[in-house]
C-alpha cells in the first residue's frame, strides 16, 4: 500500500508538470495541422544530417564507448536545436500528450466530458500523422541531397557497398528490429520523465527565483540580461532535459550493452529511415528488386508502430494512475472511441 500510494504522487507530480509541456503538440484545427506538419518537415531535415553525422562518426572507427560519446552529443545537439528552431521530432510526441490525455480524464461522469475527450483523442492522432509524414517526407530527400553532395566532393558515396548491406539487413522485420523498436519507445517515455522532471525540479526549487535574487548575477549580467536567462530556463527547461537525456540514452546505452556482450540496439523511425536511404544512395535502384530492402521496409513501418505505441502506452499508464481513472471509466471511453473510429475513419 505504501509502494502504491508514492508511485502514485509521484506520477502525480510527473503529470502536472509534463501536460504543459504536451500541450503545444496537439493540433485542434487546419491551421495548427498545417504548422505541426511544416515543423516536422523542418525537424525530419535536420534528421538527415544527425544521420550523416552518425556515419562519419562510425566511419572514426573509435573505440566503442568513444564512439557512443560522440554519437550522444550527436543526438543530443541534433534534439535541442530542433527545439531552439522550433522543429519537431514525432516520436517525442506520444509521451508528452498522453499526459495531456489524462488531464482532461478528470470528471468523466457525462457525456458530454466522454465527447470532449475522444475529440481530443481524434486531434492527438491527427497530430501523430502530420509529424510522423512531416519527418518521414523531408528526411528522404535532406540524405539524397547531403549523400550527393558529398559524392560530388569525395567521389564515394557516405556508406561503401558492404556497410549499405549492413544497415539494410539490421533493420528487416525477420531480425530484432521490433524489439529493439519497442525498448527505444521505453527510452522515449523515459524522455519525458526527465523532461517533466527537469521541469518539475525547477519550479519546486524555485531555480528562477533565485537567480534573479542572486546578488553575483546581478551584478554580471544586470536586471534585464538575467530576467531574459530566467525566462528563456522557464520555456526551454523541460525540452532540455528530454532532449539531452534521449540523445544520450540513444547512444550510450547501446555503447555501454556491447562493451558488457550484451545485445541491445536502438531502434528510431526517423533516423532508421534516413539510414535506409543513404544504403539506397550507396547501392542503387537495384536494391528495389531485393527482398532484403523491403523486409527493411516493412520493418521501419513496424518500428515506427512500436515507437510510438510503446512510449504513448507507457505514459499514459502513469498519467491515469496519476487522475485516479478507474477501470469502469476507461472502457466507457475505449467503447466510444471504437465507435467514432468506425463511424467516421
Known amino acids: 500500500g505504501f509502494f502504491r500510494q508514492t508511485t502514485a504522487l509521484l506520477a502525480k507530480k510527473l503529470v502536472e508538470r509534463n501536460a504543459e509541456t504536451g500541450e503545444h503538440y496537439i493540433a485542434r484545427d487546419r491551421a495548427a495541422f498545417l504548422h505541426m506538419f511544416r515543423s516536422a518537415a523542418f525537424g525530419g531535415a535536420l534528421t538527415g544530417l544527425t544521420t550523416t553525422l ?3 562518426i562510425g566511419a572514426l572507427h573509435l573505440p566503442r564507448l568513444a564512439e557512443g560519446l560522440l554519437a550522444s552529443c550527436n543526438y543530443a545537439g541534433s534534439f535541442v536545436l530542433m527545439q531552439f528552431v522550433g522543429a519537431t521530432l514525432a516520436t517525442k510526441q506520444p509521451s508528452a500528450t498522453a499526459t495531456v490525455l489524462a488531464a482532461s480524464m478528470k470528471d468523466l461522469s457525462t457525456p ?3 465527447d470532449d475527450l475522444v475529440e481530443e483523442i481524434v486531434c492527438l492522432v491527427r497530430s501523430q500523422i502530420a509529424a510522423i509524414a512531416g519527418n518521414l517526407l523531408l528526411v528522404i530527400p535532406a540524405v539524397l541531397l547531403i549523400d550527393l553532395l558529398w559524392a560530388s566532393v569525395t567521389g564515394t558515396h557516405q556508406l561503401d557497398a ?5 544497415t539494410i539487413a539490421s533493420l528487416s522485420v525477420f531480425g530484432p528490429t521490433l524489439f529493439y523498436a519497442a525498448l527505444t519507445g521505453v527510452l522515449l517515455w523515459v524522455s519525458s520523465l526527465a523532461a517533466g522532471w527537469a521541469d518539475n525540479w525547477f ?5 528562477g527565483e533565485n537567480m534573479l535574487t542572486n546578488r553575483r548575477w546581478l551584478i554580471v549580467l544586470g536586471v534585464r540580461r538575467l530576467t531574459g536567462v530566467v525566462n528563456f530556463l522557464r520555456h526551454h527547461i523541460a525540452g532540455l532535459g ?3 537525456t534521449l540523445g544520450l540514452m540513444l547512444a550510450l546505452l547501446p555503447a555501454y550493452a556491447d562493451s558488457l556482450g550484451i545485445p ?9 529511415t534516413g539510414s535506409i536511404t543513404a544504403a539506397v544512395a550507396a547501392l542503387g535502384a537495384e536494391v528495389f528488386r531485393t527482398g532484403a530492402f523491403w523486409h527493411a521496409v516493412i520493418g521501419i513501418a513496424g518500428i515506427g508502430v512500436l515507437n510510438l505505441g510503446v512510449s504513448f502506452g507507457l505514459a499514459l499508464q502513469v498519467a491515469l494512475r496519476a487522475r485516479g481513472v478507474g477501470r469502469v ?7 466510444r ?4 473510429v468506425f463511424s467516421q475513419p
Open 337 to 340: 472511441l471504437r465507435l467514432i
Open 162 to 166: 558492404k556497410k549499405a548491406e549492413a
Open 54 to 56: 552518425k556515419f562519419a
Open 329 to 335: 471509466e476507461k472502457h466507457v471511453v475505449y467503447r
Open 203 to 207: 519550479a519546486s526549487r524555485q531555480i
Open 242 to 244: 528530454g532532449n539531452i
Open 264 to 272: 541491445f540496439d536502438v531502434r528510431h523511425v526517423t533516423l532508421s
Open 112 to 114: 458530454a466530458r466522454i
